[in-house]
């Protein structure tokens, strides 16, 4: 059976780059319009937490695309990977790409140029298709990055402040919906993501996509509105819950000895950033059984998350809250559960079964450079060593994701 090799650049691809710039000038428009409606009803300190939250989660990923250009320059060959005339974002000007982070536009720089290289091998037919495959493996992500440090946050926020208010405009229910689109539609790319670095014979399904969306949509949400059910009761301690949780989150991540990042500084931004995903949902970032990491986080988060709503039971307002107060109760734990159970499902029936790591040609040096040698410590995926680009990043991703032990070795290769 033949070796399976990087997916090429296809109008799937163009169009998820498409629809993540659609999506991500949504979101930060609904941002806009919530934060002007706060600040026009005189709910000051409402509009300061919002724009506070767009300008960490913007600040995050842009240190994040920062570190991630500062590399790509360096590495050997990155340049003629792309068409002729292309750039890696801005080429030597550095002082300019560097000026667009400061101002918070090098995010939205790096969606402008993955259409743009897109457009040129999608519909002109030009070379270039590894450099824009790399570029859409970096924005999902940099798109996922932005979902949890912004989107959660801010969603947590708009079901909190209907709580406290027991009212809602038009413009919460408009944000609410954008949040959640955003996040249901940044977990679904990244996953596509992930799935590209794995030979052609493990292909993503619908079926697997819709499992897999819908075990993140239903663990998420019940996540999401525990927190917001605490705040609204104890407004003071949800800041302390979520530094206290952050803490430890950060600490197991460093114990976990992740290398995603190629500096110190920008591994524990990294750290730092997975600490705060993690208070919403699962990430998988060391190699290795994933199962009993993931128990233990299923364990904790349970656990707290029966705290928070059993102290909201117990502060709540029973006059104000008796329309919602039973339903919430009974179906938030059974939703948590049932995403539990759907995440059973895809991994029992859904996840992919590799068909064995590939051997490594013993000819080649080991000191190579990664871009001539791509994952050189990756056992998921065998790419002939070619001037091919590969996103060493999100590799190491798949690596994490699809494990060395759940690889299925198949006598046909014997």
Not at 35 to 41: I, K, S, V
Not at 320 to 340: D, F, K, V
Request: some cysteine; aromatic content about 16%; overall charge neutral.
């Amino acid at each position: 059976m033949e070796r399976g090799s990087l997916s090429k650049y296809s109008w799937i691809d163009f169009a998820f780059s498409v629809v993540g710039v659609f999506t991500f000038l949504v979101d930060w428009g609904s941002d806009v319009w919530v934060a002007t409606e706060f600040y026009n009803q005189g709910d000051f300190f409402w509009f300061g937490v919002l724009l506070g939250l767009m300008i960490l989660s913007s600040v995050v990923v842009q240190m994040f695309s920062w570190f991630w250009l500062k590399y790509d320059r360096e590495l050997p060959g990155f340049s003629s990977a792309q068409t002729p005339g292309g750039t890696v974002l801005f080429g030597d000007r550095v002082k300019l790409s560097c000026l667009l982070h400061v101002l918070q536009l090098g995010f939205l720089c790096r969606h402008i140029s993955a259409i743009r290289q897109g457009f040129r091998v999608w519909w002109r037919r030009q070379e270039g298709s590894e450099y824009a495959v790399y570029l859409t493996h970096d924005l999902s992500m940099l798109r996922l990055i932005e979902t949890f440090c912004e989107s959660a946050p801010q969603l947590t926020l708009m079901i909190y402040v209907m709580l406290r208010t027991n009212k809602a405009r038009t413009v919460q229910f408009v944000s609410i919906a954008a949040s959640t689109t955003s996040i249901a539609w940044m977990v679904v790319d990244y996953h596509r993501s992930l799935r590209s670095f794995l030979p052609d014979k493990a292909k993503q399904g619908w079926g697997s996509s819709l499992i897999y969306f819908l075990w993140n949509l239903l663990l998420i949400a019940p996540r999401v509105a525990t927190l917001a059910l605490f705040s609204s009761v104890l407004p003071g301690y949800i800041g302390a819950h979520f530094l206290l949780l952050w803490f430890v989150f950060v600490l197991w991540v460093w114990r976990q000895k992740t290398d995603f990042m190629d500096s110190v500084t920008g591994e524990w931004l990294y750290r730092a950033t997975v600490g705060l995903i993690w208070y919403f949902s699962w990430f998988n970032v060391a190699e290795g059984r994933t199962r009993g990491r993931s128990i233990i986080y299923h364990s904790f988060v349970t656990v707290d998350g029966v705290i928070l709503l059993v102290t909201w039971w117990c502060y709540r307002d029973p006059v104000q809250s008796e329309p919602y107060a039973l339903a919430l109760l009974i179906a938030l734990p059974l939703t948590y559960l049932l995403g539990l159970l759907f995440k059973a499902i895809y991994y029992c029936c859904f996840h992919p079964k590799l068909w064995g790591p590939p051997v490594r040609d013993p000819g080649l040096p080991d000191d190579l450079p990664d871009a001539d040698v791509p994952f050189r410590a990756f056992p998921i995926q065998d790419v002939t060593v070619s001037a091919q680009l590969v996103n060493k990043r999100m590799g190491r991703h798949a690596t994490h994701f699809y494990s060395d032990q759940e690889v299925t070795r198949s006598t046909e290769h014997r």
